[in-house]
């Protein structure tokens, strides 16, 4: 069964001659809020994460609040081998997808054929079973000849709808989503939807951050309320969204 599980899971940021340039500057180009603390004069640590244990098991759809800075991302990112703890273990049972950014590692100087064996090779998919894909990416993307041309000459929406339609051609067991992915043109948008909820529905377990506490009531069986990298409430969405409704969060989109 697909499963997992975070012991005492830290991730810190060691800063360096940070008085020779904007702190806040560095903070926002490393996506944290996490706490700071001030070692030595040239030297400053930001904990993003701190301490986690947690538990995600087969079945589990869980949802991530918290203000901007809390640690979602960087907890995702640490779930999907993107980031490697400080200190702590994980233990994972199944295969992951991390759809964070449709685009992520997508050269725009190939085209979208060649992208799509490229995209498949990051997500750990072999070339021969992303060739058998190929069509059915190609047709969902609904880009036509632009598969042939580089990445390049396409606009910003079709370039979503590329990466989008690679990303969800994977059927993971356990899936990692940072906000709900958003898919280009309205033309496009329905069967997004669609596939999106196929899939959040097939996987054994899904973990989404979010702002929305609209969705989280609509998607989560269980919430974790995050802040400054520490879980400070888990539980039921209803519980957990009220804490963070206390805290002054809320639907910020």
Request: net charge neutral; with cysteine; glycine share 12%.
């Given at each position: ?31 944290t809020?996490g ?8 030297k400053t ?15 589990d ?52 054929y ?91 377990v ?35 969204s ?12």
């Amino acid at each position: 069964m697909a499963h997992l599980h975070l012991h005492d899971v830290s991730l810190s940021y060691p800063l360096y001659d940070v008085q020779a340039r904007s702190l806040r500057n560095t903070l926002a180009a490393i996506g944290t809020g996490g706490r700071i603390r001030n070692e030595s004069r040239r030297k400053t640590t930001v904990c993003a994460l701190d301490k986690l244990d947690l538990r995600f098991e087969h079945g589990d759809r869980v949802v991530l609040v918290g203000h901007n800075g809390a640690g979602k991302t960087t907890l995702l990112r640490v779930l999907a081998g993107i980031y490697e703890p400080t200190s702590g273990h994980i233990c994972v049972e199944g295969t992951v997808a991390a759809l964070f950014d449709p685009m992520l590692g997508v050269d725009p100087e190939a085209s979208g054929y060649e992208n799509v064996l490229l995209r498949g090779t990051i997500l750990g998919i072999p070339r021969a079973v992303m060739r058998e894909r190929m069509d059915e990416i190609a047709d969902f993307a609904g880009l036509g000849e632009y598969m042939s041309l580089p990445v390049r000459t396409y606009s910003s929406g079709m370039q979503l709808r590329l990466g989008f339609a690679i990303s969800t051609s994977v059927q993971p067991d356990i899936l990692l989503l940072d906000e709900w992915l958003g898919a280009g043109d309205q033309y496009f948008v329905e069967k997004a939807v669609n596939r999106m909820n196929r899939l959040v529905g097939s996987v054994g377990v899904l973990v989404l951050a979010t702002h929305n506490l609209e969705l989280a009531a609509q998607i989560g069986t269980r919430a974790v309320l995050l802040a400054h990298g520490r879980v400070v409430a888990q539980g039921s969405v209803q519980r957990v969204s009220e804490a963070y409704r206390s805290k002054g969060g809320g639907d910020r989109g």
